[in-house]
Structures are given as C-alpha cells and as structure tokens.
C-alpha cells in the first residue's frame, strides 16, 4: 500500500501558516487546490477526482487527418496556448448505495510530473482505497490502469475487484501480437502485463454491452483500442454517459468530431464511435463525462456547427438526497 | 472573530471513516468538495474561493426586457433547470507578494443556505483571515459585504483595511435617499449600515479609476449600482479583468447583454458598461473573472452570435512561479 497523506495537498497551506506572524506578505501556495467535486443522479452519488494534467507538446503527428496549423487554431479558439495539448486526468467514483465502483484508475502518478495528485484527492474526498469495492476500466493504456498499483508493484485497492473488457485482455495479453507491435506499442502490451499479469484470476472480464455493477452497464466503444468501453450510469429516472477516450480534448475532438488522434489505434472507427456517443448524448441532453475533459469532466453536450461543444457543468453545492418513495 | 474549523468542509468525509470498517458500501458523503482555486498572473497569485450558490427562484420580474419564457429557454441552452436562476459566489484573493488583497467578502452566511462556505475553503487554502490585507469592495450589495462582519456584528478579517468606491459610500450612506427608497432597497441602505457605520474611520474610498493596490486598478462601471466598480489586475506583461456584476449569470447576461436584469438598478446604463466589457475582454482577448460566474469563476469571453459566451479556464495544476529576470 501507498502511504496516504490526507494533508498531502494542503502542504502548500502548511507551510503559509508555519511562516508564523508575517502578515503583510502571506507566501503563495505552491500547490493547486483539492480536486474533489461531487454530484448525483438519482440515487448514485459520483465524486470526480483530479489526477492532474499532463501538458504534452503538439507534434505534426497528432492527428492524422488535420495539420498542426488547424490544431493550433482549435486551441487559439478555445484560448488555449499554442503547440501543447493539456491532458487531464479525472478518475470518477459511483457510490450506488451497495457498491463503491472506480470507472479508471488514474496515472498512478507514472505519466507526467504534473499528474499523480488522485490518492491524495481521494484522501481528501474522505475515501481510504481499501473503501473501493471495484475498479471498472476502460481500456489499457497507461494513464487508465497504472493506478491500480505503485510503481513498485504493490495493489493500491487491496479490496477492489477488477473488472476489464473481455476484448481488451484480448488484444493486449496476446503474446503474439505483443511480439509483432512496433516498439511504441511494446510498451504498452508490457506495461499491461506489468499490472495484470499476477492479478489474472482476481480480474473479472465482462463483455461490453454487460452490466458491470447496479446500475453501470458497459457500452462497446471500439476504435480508440480495439476493446476500449464506455459506461451509462442510471438511477431512478436518470442516466449518464461516461464516454472514457471516445472523446478525448472537448476543444480539439468535440468541436472536430471527425479527427483522427494518433492514440486512436483505429481512427476512422474512433471517429464513428465518437461521432455516435456525441450525437447520442446531444440528442438526448445526457450528462456527460470523459476521462480527459477538465475537472471536474462533466457537463453536457450541444451541437454547433459541423461538431459539438462542452457545456461543462456549473460548479454547485451538493444537491439534498432524494427522499424515499412514499409507500 | 468567527470559528474557523479548517475541517468543517471535511464534515463529511469525517462520516465516512467514522463509520468504520464496513467496505461493501461506503456511505455517501454530504457535502461538497472544496473549493479552492489557484492561478497565476505573471508575478501575482489569485486563488478563487468558492462560497456556494443561492438558487433563486425566477419571477417575471428578472429580467425587465425579456419574459420568462426567453429566459427559460437562455437556461436550457446551457442545460440548467427552468425557473430557477443559480447565482454563485466567488471570492477572489490577488496575492501581489507584499499584499493579500480581497476583492468583495462573501455572503457571511447570510443570504442563501446553500451559501457561506467561504472561511471553510479560506481554511482549506491555509489562509487565516488575519492574514488578509486588503479587502476591495466592488458595490454594497449584501452578498458582496456581509461577509465583512459576522451576523453579531464581528470583523471576520481584523487586520484588513477596507477600500470601497467613493460613489457606492455617497450613495448608500446617504439618509436623504435611505428615507425616500422603497422598502426593498431600504434593507439595502439599512444593511450598508451595519457593515460600515462602526467602521467609518477605517474605511478608505477611492475613486473608481484609482489604483487600490500594486497592480490593481479600478474601473468606474457604473449601472447595476450607482458606484458599481469593476477592476484590472496587471503583473509584468500579463493583465485580467474582474469584471464583478457588470456580467451576472454567463448564459443570460453574457449570451444576451442588453438583458436588464431587475437587480440592475440602472437597467440601460448596466447593459451599456456590460456590453462594453465584454467587448474589450473579447477583442484583446483577456483573462476575466466574475464574482457570480460558477467557481473558479475565471475564463476568458467570445463573441457569439449577437452576444458573447464565457468559456471557462479548464482546471489545471498551479503553473510553476516565473523564474526572476536575469540581472
């Protein structure tokens, strides 16, 4: 187990109190505060909790069907800084009442300086790990898995059981494939096995379209990986659409539905399966939420123009329980 | 002096690990996550301080040139509920490295239940109210200066000078008008007075268009009060607007700037400084910041249509402090 330092993040705010009496100049923090932000549908409670955010230099390669110019123009228009695509990482926790599910499980803080901040949000939102009754994934790109353990191999959620799309444990167990991918792929295939590998008769593997939890049932997203999942969450007479990596930057693939990232294995099914869940959830004026969307990732989503755009939730306290039934 | 219990927003995670060991359902918690946001502006930190919504509940009345039926539709284009409008509260500190300025003090407490968790998240970002050098008042509405006070008439910050504009302190502070104001706004004027009447000699006015503090400047943006001010805050090249309530909710009165809402107490001469505003932070692209924006409450403004739209700053890491210039 990691050590959990529930002040972790205050440490900022540690050291403005320990510079004692000098009132003139209270020091600046130096640390971002807690991303812990939580909301309801029907009866679930979902808490979003940051990761951080990875800032990843743009090169020619990013998407493979527009050019830098046209990216860079798409992040001008949302006054974003040129050549540098923010990459957030926001895990989200379904608290159905009987279960505590985990949908992703952050970089484990193995991915960029600037991510790695989950635990110690977690800590915050009041929610020990040994809590997490199960961690439901995605896909098997690092920034999604390497949370379940820490970089010296230890479980994080020791109570926590796995449950992983069959198709993906597939794809990415596959020695053979393993053996032919290019050496950037490699990586990915040994890094799946560096989580699972010992894990296997603990991971659960579900079809996608099958419930995964109450209420959580898994949704075939191919294209970003060849299993990649996405989830609807329903409570009474509520539902949502948590759509993982289909959707990744709103800025860049939901303005663009049609671009194909690099990290999109298959693009032109990555594209369909984006244009699909975003058309869905358009027209159904569905809640939505995405790995990669900035904290706190939820929101809704319009049509404009040729694509889409976020309206991202308005930050709001918690809203009052529902009441039972009568009857 | 008020309580500050650092942990009060920690409430209920406290429940959750009191409950002890039983890991099958994690109780839900019952609050919010808190709401500390920091940001930086070339040498200057800002951090946003979240102190909650008060949902109010929509009359004919709120909008005087537009019904409630264009109204509701404003709202469900941003996916909220009709009928109801929610107005957030952020206050926002600008640490310029000698100073710990304030601008605008909350609710107190006293305006809304879903309202008044700001000292809770003031004690999350490690900030203790005695801390606060300066607090800037944008206008004496209620919910800008209550915060000033506890509701037993207490200073909340004991070593902050209080700047407030010189036109807002003639207006409210004046009998005559005070005597002759409809029963609504005599709350108002009665109000003013319980804030600042004991508070006279430590008081300082200035005029709007001053400089209030090292790199904070005033702007005259007269309407929605008669001294309504708005400010800009400057470090090395870098500047952003505060725009206070010249721009109130952003899917109303920034999609639809001639809107004259009611609280708007010159309705023609607050949609002429909103339009102006929005103009200028749109055409020179700049940083903005609204008190009654959701939290954190800072993005940056488009043109749209014949209006404008707020697109929010994406939540990220506190970015790195600037390095000093050589020499």
Redesign the interface.
Known sequence: MTTIDRRAL?A??????AAGPA????P???????????YRLGDT?L?AI?D??WFVKIDDDLVRNADTAAVNRALA????PPNIL?V?FTVLLV?T????VMIDAGTGGQIAD??G?MLANLA?????P??V?AIVISHFHPDHINGIKTKDGEKVFP?AEILVPEPEWTFWMDEARMNTAPDRIKLYFRNARRIFADLEKEVRRFRPGAEVAPGITSIPAFGHTPGHTAFSIASRNQSMLVMGDAVRNPYLFARHPDWQPAFDMDGALGAKTRRQMLDRAAAD?MLVEAYHF???AC??I?RSGKGYEL????????AP?PRPRAG
């Open positions: 205050l900022g705010s540690a050291a403005v109190l009132l003139a100049a209270a600046k923090a130096g640390v971002q505060g807690p991303g812990v932000y939580r409670q808490t940051d951080g955010t228009a949302a006054f974003l923010p957030s608290n009442g009987s279960k505590l600037t991510a901040v915050v939102a009041g929610i020990e040994k809590a009754d109570n004026r900035p904290f706190p929101g809704h319009a309206v991202p939730a308005p930050w709001q306290p918690l329980e």
